[in-house]
């Protein structure tokens, strides 16, 4: 009876070292994908960066659509940063990321494209599973 005693403080600091870990990762990964979303996605489509223009072109919508995208991007990559909005954002996120699959394969046709869209996809699940006390924060308040 007292190994069960002796090694329950030790799996709860077991514990907590991983839930630690967790915090590191899921802000580590947060601001990489911020990063990535904001600068790296969102910047050069407001800026009309040739890379940008050209698959929008395809896409017939006008400019109007791209700076659309663009400032979803970098304001979405803003709101990852801001812990209250982080989960709700990295799911607006994934939808962002659904629409880009899709364009990618019907429109653009890249079926390479969709390795990165799902990858960033899964990465934003991670980020959006480990903020959900901080969307249901934002929740209750916005239901006030």
């Given at each position: 009876?007292?190994?069960?005693?002796?090694?329950?403080?030790?799996?709860?600091?077991?514990?907590?070292?991983?839930?630690?870990?967790?915090?590191?990762?899921?802000?580590?990964?947060?601001?990489?994908?911020?990063?990535f979303l904001g600068a790296a996605s969102?910047?050069?489509?407001l800026f009309r960066a040739e890379a940008?223009?050209?698959?929008?072109?395809?896409?017939?919508?006008?400019?109007?659509?791209?700076?659309?995208?663009?400032?979803?991007?970098?304001?979405?990559?803003?709101?990852?940063?801001?812990?209250?909005?982080?989960?709700?954002?990295?799911?607006?996120?994934?939808?962002?990321?659904?629409?880009?699959?899709?364009?990618?394969?019907?429109?653009?046709?890249?079926?390479?494209?969709?390795?990165?869209?799902?990858?960033?996809?899964?990465?934003?699940?991670?980020?959006?599973r480990s903020r959900r006390a901080h969307?249901?924060?934002?929740?209750?308040?916005?239901?006030?």
């Amino acid at each position: 009876m007292t190994e069960t005693c002796a090694a329950a403080p030790v799996a709860a600091a077991g514990e907590g070292a991983r839930r630690r870990r967790s915090e590191i990762a899921a802000k580590v990964l947060t601001v990489l994908l911020a990063l990535f979303l904001g600068a790296a996605s969102g910047a050069p489509k407001l800026f009309r960066a040739e890379a940008a223009v050209e698959p929008f072109d395809k896409i017939g919508w006008g400019d109007w659509f791209m700076y659309t995208v663009g400032s979803l991007e970098v304001l979405g990559a803003v709101a990852l940063l801001v812990p209250i909005l982080s989960g709700a954002a990295a799911l607006a996120f994934i939808g962002l990321m659904v629409g880009a699959t899709v364009f990618n394969l019907t429109v653009l046709e890249a079926p390479e494209a969709v390795i990165t869209t799902a990858l960033v996809s899964a990465l934003l699940a991670y980020i959006a599973r480990s903020r959900r006390a901080h969307t249901a924060q934002l929740l209750r308040r916005l239901r006030r």
